[in-house]
């Protein structure tokens, strides 16, 4: 029988605001175990929370950059539920009026463009940290990430395939960069989602019943959790067994999911508006200015590389899916008229650089002005092709002024047309045999003189000249 796998994503995105969602605390990753904790985060009695303004500004331009619709009116609600990470024995999230409903983001999966919708964005706090300690077989709780503040998004059950999940987990990490709402580093748990996955026949109306798979965080890791959990759910179906409603835990070290509870359903929390926190009322006014403050988005860059600077759509596809790798391209082009050039290096020697220096695309720091001097350099003869790429691994390496590597390295590109004539003519009554070969229709064997050139000028000889000297003195 023929199973149709169907998935909705619940993703957590935490804030990069300065301070917590309720109090003044630092929101930062890292740090000594409950340093950046205060009586409000961690629920001592009597304390009482105040909406942190600046989370409100940042849900709003993800709902808008997901194409949700802004709720003027919404409030914060108690999510009721003990776990010793959370010591208030409640989450202050959104339940009956969130801020941001509908919305979609398009996807493109190999070829195939999919709408995958967006059900909804509520505001939320993060819950603490439990560490488990291996010399005294037991658990630590550390707070610091306690009331840090999250947005969920919710999606439709429009997922099919564990390529899908990785393709839209992929594209709304580089929106939520591109608005600067979240530094969306998964190794950090700045962005990780829930898979709620289930299996029905093809043809059919009614869902399977689902799983949840909690807080998997790498594009790796979703990818692998759902194959394994649409595989294990069809070898039960296939045994007559049925499926149960529970939440699992998804081990990535070792490729597999464990059942930790039942799945709770959203009456099992007994929500209620939160008694300390008065509703989120905002204006259309202030939802237009957040609105034109927004910056272009990933798809709007991408069909303006193409149509405006004619660049192919694997190239734009590429380069817009980082912003960091966007910014940089969009700072060149600025300085340097030839898009394609700058197109080129990127997709060629710049990602080559980044993959086998281990860097992060998002974090990568050449500086663009050097990068259009080296460029430029180029154009103008001063160094050639290959002793542009020297160049260009010692700024990404090292950092540093073009012109003053190609001095420090001696790369200037020699055009003194009789010191490359003086080599041209040596090389040629050092080498009769190629000679004759090239006179005999060989036309191939000019790259052999090429490459002595090259050599004898230790790479310096520009290669357009050496070319057509080669072509004169061998033709005389």
Not at 101 to 107: A, C, E, R
Not at 307 to 316: F, N, R, S
Request: aromatic content about 8%.
């Amino acid at each position: 029988m023929n199973y149709e796998t169907v998935i909705g994503l619940e993703v957590h995105v935490e804030l990069k605001t300065k301070t917590k969602i309720f109090c003044s605390c630092k929101n930062e990753f890292g740090g000594d175990p409950n340093e950046n904790i205060c009586p409000v985060c961690v629920g001592l009695p009597g304390t009482l929370p105040v909406l942190n303004e600046k989370v409100i500004e940042y849900a709003i331009k993800a709902g808008l950059a997901l194409n949700c619709d802004i709720q003027l009116v919404s409030r914060m609600d108690r999510k009721n539920y003990y776990y010793p990470d959370l010591p208030k024995a409640y989450q202050i999230s959104q339940y009956a009026l969130p801020l941001c409903l509908g919305g979609y983001v398009d996807i493109n999966v190999e070829g195939e463009k999919r709408r995958i919708g967006i059900t909804r964005i509520h505001i939320e706090e993060d819950a603490g940290k439990l560490v488990h300690d291996p010399y005294s077989d037991g658990t630590v709780v550390d707070y610091n990430r306690g009331g840090v503040p999250l947005i969920e998004i919710v999606t439709e059950p429009d997922l099919r395939s564990a390529e899908e999940v990785r393709v839209f987990m992929e594209t709304l990490r580089a929106i939520l960069l591109y608005v600067g709402v979240s530094d969306c580093k998964m190794q950090e748990g700045s962005l990780r989602c829930d898979i709620n996955l289930s299996l029905r026949e093809y043809g059919a109306k009614e869902f399977g019943t689902r799983s949840e798979m909690k807080n998997v965080n790498s594009f790796r890791a979703a990818y692998r959790a759902v194959e394994y959990e649409q595989f294990r759910q069809k070898e039960l179906l296939e045994d007559g067994k049925k499926i149960i409603q529970e939440t699992r835990r998804w081990d990535d070290t070792v490729g597999k999911s464990y059942a930790m509870r039942s799945k709770e359903e959203a009456h099992d929390y007994r929500y209620f508006p939160d008694p300390d926190l008065v509703p989120i009322v905002l204006t259309q006014e202030e939802v237009d200015n957040i609105k034109n403050q927004m910056p272009e988005l990933p798809n709007a860059k991408k069909q303006r590389y193409i149509e405006e600077l004619l660049l192919p759509e694997y190239d734009a596809e590429i380069i817009t899916a980082s912003k960091a790798l966007a910014d940089f391209f969009d700072e060149c082009v600025k300085n340097y008229d030839n898009a394609k050039t700058v197109s080129n290096w990127i997709m060629g020697d710049i990602l080559r650089l980044i993959k086998e220096n281990e860097s992060d695309v998002d974090d990568f720091s050449l500086d663009a002005f050097e990068f259009v001097s080296l460029l430029k350099m180029i154009d103008s003869n001063k160094i050639n092709q290959a002793a542009g790429k020297k160049v260009l691994e010692e700024m990404f390496i090292n950092g540093g002024k073009a012109a003053e590597i190609v001095e420090a390295k001696g790369l200037s590109q020699i055009s003194d047309e009789s010191f490359i004539l003086d080599i041209i003519k040596k090389i040629i009554s050092e080498n009769p045999q190629p000679v004759e070969d090239y006179k005999n229709g060989n036309k191939k064997a000019i790259a052999f003189f090429v490459g002595q050139v090259m050599k004898q000028s230790k790479g310096k000889a520009n290669p357009k000249i050496v070319n057509e000297l080669l072509d004169k003195e061998l033709n005389d």
